[in-house]
């Protein structure tokens, strides 16, 4: 009939229509999810090398870095240091350049180096600041160890300044102890120019009271006539830091035998080498001479520092 409205039934999806849809939407809400979660990533970088060393007779600095992008989210947009001296006051800056800037080889590790000259330098204790910024921004920093650089090129003998040590030392009764020692020096040729710093003794001990060790001897007193290494080259003291006016502080620690005459034993339990049981640790008076040698083959040496070691 004309004009009439005819009213048509709305039909429904097929059921499987339906699964298909509900398929897709999770399929997609699922993987702009996972596009959320990957834009929240933030870069990584971290210097596994940095260093600078000085050349007086060029007047040269040169500053090496090696930096590893660990997330590789971004790309290192710029490497620069900053040259402080002990004072923290900022010397000199300079951009690092890349080792290899046209290279096609996709690395983890990215080499920088630059090289100043620095003309009239004080005579100091200096760090440096290497720097980074990233492509999204983000700054990364490390810090150099401290150097002692100096203009002078004339060789001049190191100096032994003064020394820390205990006059009196009381042995344990049952377990091995260090004596600390740390000796004071300066070198106008800069901290690099010392080749070693070493020790000898002097020692006037008292025997021992009883065959502790169970070999059938009982140690017997023992006086030496000059100072001695007892044939090993590896009694040095070895650099630890910077002290106040630029002297280098050495130090070394010695282990103490207990009065026992004991083992020293290592964390498994077995007995390290050239340290097996004796008698007794000994007591008595050790006088120790320190030397310090440069490149040049010129020293310094101190002797007759006298300690008292002393049964518990």
């Known amino acids: 009939m004309s004009g009439s409205l005819i009213l048509r039934k709305k039909r429904s999806l097929p059921k499987f229509k339906k699964l298909f849809i509900f398929i897709f939407i999770i399929t997609f809400l699922g993987n702009c999810t996972k596009e959320i979660i990957s834009s929240n990533n933030t870069s990584e970088f971290s ?14 600095i040169f500053f090496y870095s090696e930096i590893e992008n660990i997330t590789n989210v971004s790309f290192i947009d710029s490497v620069w240091v900053l040259l402080y001296n002990e004072d923290g006051d900022e010397i000199n800056s300079s951009e690092l350049n890349p080792e ?15 090289v100043i000259t620095l003309n009239n330098l004080e005579p100091d204790v200096y760090f440096v600041a290497f720097n980074m910024q990233d ?3 983000n700054h990364f920093d490390s810090q150099s160890e401290r150097k002692y650089l100096t203009t002078n090129t004339n060789p001049v003998k190191p100096e032994i300044i003064g020394y820390s040590i205990p006059g009196t030392f009381a042995l344990h009764p049952t377990e ?25 003794t002097l020692r006037i001990f008292n ?3 009883a065959d502790n060790n169970n070999n059938g001897i009982i140690n017997e007193p023992i006086s030496d006539n000059d100072y001695t290494n007892l044939g090993f080259d590896d009694w040095l003291l070895i650099f630890n830091r910077f002290g106040p006016n630029n002297i280098f502080i050495y130090t070394i620690e010695i282990p103490m035998r207990p009065f026992d005459g004991s083992a020293l034993i290592d964390s498994d ?19 120790f001479k320190f030397q310090a040698t440069d490149n040049s083959d010129l020293t310094d040496s101190i002797e007759d520092i006298h300690i008292e070691i002393i049964a518990p």
């Not at 210097?47 to 040269?60: D, E, L």
Request: overall charge negative.
């Open 47 to 60: 210097f596994t090398v940095s260093y600078f060393n000085y050349n007086n007779h060029t007047n040269k």
């Open 100 to 114: 290899y800037p046209d290279s096609n080889f996709n690395s983890m590790i990215s080499v920088y180096s630059s």
């Open 135 to 137: 492509q999204l921004g």
């Open 176 to 200: 091995w102890t260090i004596l600390p020692i740390e000796l004071h020096i300066f070198d106008e040729n800069g901290l690099e120019d010392i080749l070693k710093v070493e020790y000898k």
């Open 207 to 209: 025997g021992c009271n």
């Open 269 to 287: 339990g077995n007995v390290l080498p050239g340290f097996e049981a004796t008698d007794c640790g000994r007591t008595g008076d050790v006088f």
